[in-house]
């Protein structure tokens, strides 16, 4: 397919993470990890979730650079990047949580324009695009169109997503829960759902190059530490690193903004 537009690449994109889902869920429970030279954990189902997606992906945008988060750069001469995040929340995956999820994200110039993440256990698939909105779709939920704008916080008790190591370095000054579940993806397309106010993060690219197209789309926003907006161009290619970012629902934004302090 030569060029394909953003709709025909989520039809391509969509079966390809859900084929590769599968390899996590056939090791799901039953291997170990291993740390890697930053700290974090990685395992087996990590690096053939990879191997599965490169290929796929390489085979149905040969012209277009790839970055995984296990094996790096796979480049072409292209402004499009794929960005893979095999197995995002592996320490939930050892520990059979259920918050776990497979994302991938396309990023042209900097800015991430499609999203797909899949969250195998829990059957939720996710995905967004540019211009195309934002969807669930599960067993339990059926096909939802997602619009946090037309969501009624006050109707909800406020939740905040956290890092698990949040509490170190940050303190939050708001009447709410914070919770952990263990992934950049669930956070993200937690909020994206509208099912939390908001979610505080520090990640490489990789981590939201598939959720933060989804929340985009949805309605959400998307600020640096100190209430700075974020430009989406930070999403730099050459530097997968990001700061603190703060992802919200348009009514908790200005509020969880000015609640977070530094230690």
Known sequence: MDNPNLAERLEIVKPLVRQAAKI??????????QS???GTLVTEADKDVEECLVKGLSKEFPQENIIGEETG????????????DPIDGTSAYLCRL???????????????????VYLPVLDELYWGARGQGAYLES???G????DITKTDLDQKEHLILVPSTFHHRFS??????????GSTVAHALTVARGDAAGAIM???HWDVAGSLPILLEAGGCIDCLGGRPFQIKELNKENPQLPVLILSNPQAREQLIHSIQVK
């Open 98 to 116: 259920p918050s776990w999820g497979v994302s991938v994200g396309l990023i042209e110039n900097g800015v991430p324009i499609l999203g797909v």
């Open 73 to 84: 750069w796979h480049k072409a001469n292209s402004e499009l990047v794929w960005s893979i």
């Open 143 to 146: 096909l939802e169109r997602l």
């Open 139 to 141: 067993k339990l939920w």
């Open 36 to 38: 890697k030279k930053d």
């Open 24 to 33: 996590a869920m056939a090791k799901f429970g039953r291997i170990s990890g």
């Open 202 to 204: 520090r990640i490489f």
């Open 172 to 181: 939050l000054k708001i009447r709410s829960k914070m919770r952990s579940l």
